[in-house]
């Protein structure tokens, strides 16, 4: 992932991922019968070795961050950066990247920009709304949270022939949806919990460039961090650092964007 990746990801971007899951979850239940779409779908992940990857828990994070580096506040939100000297700070409509001397670099996304994906699935066919929710049931879509953890634990050995024409349907469709949130995981998928979040870590510092972190508060407000190295610099932050800034994140004392 390099930085043009980064300041290339627009609000727009984000919206068009939550609204392509609508769209392949509105085609797959109701314009497929659910053998077939479970069939299809075997035959297009049988090559996909990342969709076996389920996330694994993170060793227990810290009680309290560690960090003695500089707290910054976003979007309504704080952390703690074990890096202090800020080389570049760039402020965009949706997000924040900052570029340390050192070589290493946070981008904190706007909650307030990032799609709520229970909602896209449910508003994505009016008629069928009500329908969406009762096939993947009120488990599954009672958050975002909920939904992203079914999805990510899901793998091909899911995708079972059933009496139940409503797990096929589910199974098969949110697989679908994997890759959309598991790009580079890889075999570096992890979940985690603190005091204020829940969520998940993309890649694995030791060996990935740019870690993404995609964690929920107790609002289900989605909280996305990009935590890595600059283009040309071998320096890499380790899981170490990336613990102390995660567990760090909580509500900011005033709730202003910066």
Known sequence: MTDRRILGLSAASLAAKGA???????????????????????????????LWVVPRPLPTLPAVSSIKGKTFSYFGYQIDSP????????????????YFSGGQLIAIHDPAQMPDDVQIMEQADGEHGARIKNIFG??????????????????????????????????????????????????GLYSFETNFLRGFQEGDPARDNMVVIDAFDAQDREIELWIGSQRGTAVRPSQADIDGIVWSVRPAATLQTK
């Open 20 to 50: 392509a899951a609508a769209l392949l979850v509105v085609f797959l239940i109701f314009y497929l019968k659910p053998v077939a779409a479970l069939l299809i779908t075997r035959w297009d992940v049988r090559n996909e070795k990342e």
């Open 83 to 98: 890096w202090a000297d800020v080389k570049q700070e760039k402020a965009l409509k949706f997000m924040t990247v900052l």
């Open 138 to 187: 009120e488990d599954t879509m009672r958050s975002n949270y909920a939904l992203r953890s079914r999805i990510l634990n899901l793998t091909p050995g899911d995708l079972r022939l059933s009496f139940s024409w409503r797990e096929m349907a589910s199974n098969s469709t949110l697989l679908m949806l994997k890759p959309m949130w598991s790009l580079q995981s890889k075999d």
